[in-house]
C-alpha cells in the first residue's frame, strides 16, 4: 500500500485530497473545494508526464470502458481519448 501512495504522489504531487470514481462521493468532495480525481484522471496524468505510452493509454483506457466492471461515461472516455489524440 506505501508503494501505491507513493506512485500516487507521483503522478499527482500537489495536495489533493481524495480519489474515487464514486459520484455521490465526487458531489460531495466538489461541495467541499476537495480535488476530486477518478481512474481515468489518474491514467490521463500519467499518459501527460510520459508514465504511460500512446498505446498503453489507449489499451487502459479501452479495457476500463469496455471490460472493466468500473462504470465509465462515455464523456469521460472521450475526453481522455481525445486528449492523447491531440498529444
Not at 473545494?33 to 499518459?47: K, L, P, S
Amino acid at each position: 500500500m506505501r508503494g501505491k501512495l507513493k506512485q500516487l504522489h507521483f503522478v499527482f504531487p500537489e495536495s489533493i485530497s481524495y480519489f474515487t470514481d464514486d459520484s455521490d462521493a465526487r458531489d460531495v468532495g466538489e461541495l467541499y473545494d476537495i480535488e476530486v480525481h477518478g481512474t481515468a484522471g489518474i491514467v490521463a496524468r500519467a499518459y501527460s508526464l510520459g508514465l504511460l505510452s500512446y498505446e498503453e493509454t489507449r489499451r487502459v483506457m479501452h479495457d476500463l470502458h469496455e471490460r472493466s466492471s468500473l462504470y465509465m461515461t462515455e464523456r469521460v472516455y472521450r475526453i481522455v481519448m481525445d486528449m492523447i489524440e491531440k498529444g
